[in-house]
């Protein structure tokens, strides 16, 4: 099977800025640095603006792992202005609402990914505790808290099944995910 992102009917992003709310420089920020709200499910589209943010206040992104969970197409390489990021994922060792962002300096930002259906209201609220340095709670611990984000489920127009065992494949959502991942990156053009 395989996924397609149509431009046509993702939501474009009428504003270039990126939604991000970064912890406060100088202080240890808890257990997240902060977090993005994109305006949809497509990184070619949305980190552009992510990168352009996060490159003049930290520096140069140069790579960023998401899991396969909540992004349908995960492209190895993403142009942005100037450079070009690097994509990879991982199924179990990250958090699925979480973006991790990586820069030329040593550096390495953990960020919440709002999902983009999510109210302005609710955003602000849940973007805020992830920037709070007194923060203690995960990405996917901050969004069940709110169960009308769709973190505690697949989101509408999602072909993503709930968590169980596939009956046809008899592997286990995460297994079919990484499948679906692997095969998602292996038919991606190397030259993009």
């Known amino acids: 099977m395989t996924t397609t992102l149509d431009r046509a009917t993702t939501p474009a992003a009428t504003d270039s800025t990126a939604r991000l709310t ?102 602000a609220r849940l973007m805020a505790e992830a920037a709070d340095p007194a923060n203690t709670r995960t990405a996917s611990e901050l969004l069940a808290a709110e169960p009308s984000t769709g ?3 697949p989101e509408v127009g999602s072909d993503f099944l709930p968590s169980a065992v596939t009956p046809s494949t008899g592997l286990g959502e995460a297994d079919r995910r990484a499948d679906l991942a692997r095969s998602r990156a292996a038919s991606w053009p190397a030259s993009a």
């Open 22 to 123: 970064l912890a406060p420089s100088g202080v240890r920020p808890g257990r997240l640095d902060g977090a993005w709200w994109p305006r949809s499910r497509d990184l070619l589209l949305e980190l552009p603006a992510l990168a352009a943010e996060i490159d003049e206040r930290w520096g140069r992104i140069t790579r960023i792992t998401v899991n396969p969970a909540r992004w349908p197409v995960i492209p190895r390489r993403i142009p942005v202005t100037g450079h070009t990021v690097h994509a990879g994922w991982f199924t179990i060792e990250q958090d699925q609402h979480m973006i991790m962002v990586c820069s030329y300096a040593p550096r390495r930002l953990s960020l919440l990914v709002v999902p983009p259906q999510t109210d302005a209201v609710e955003a």
């Open 151 to 153: 973190a505690t489920g």
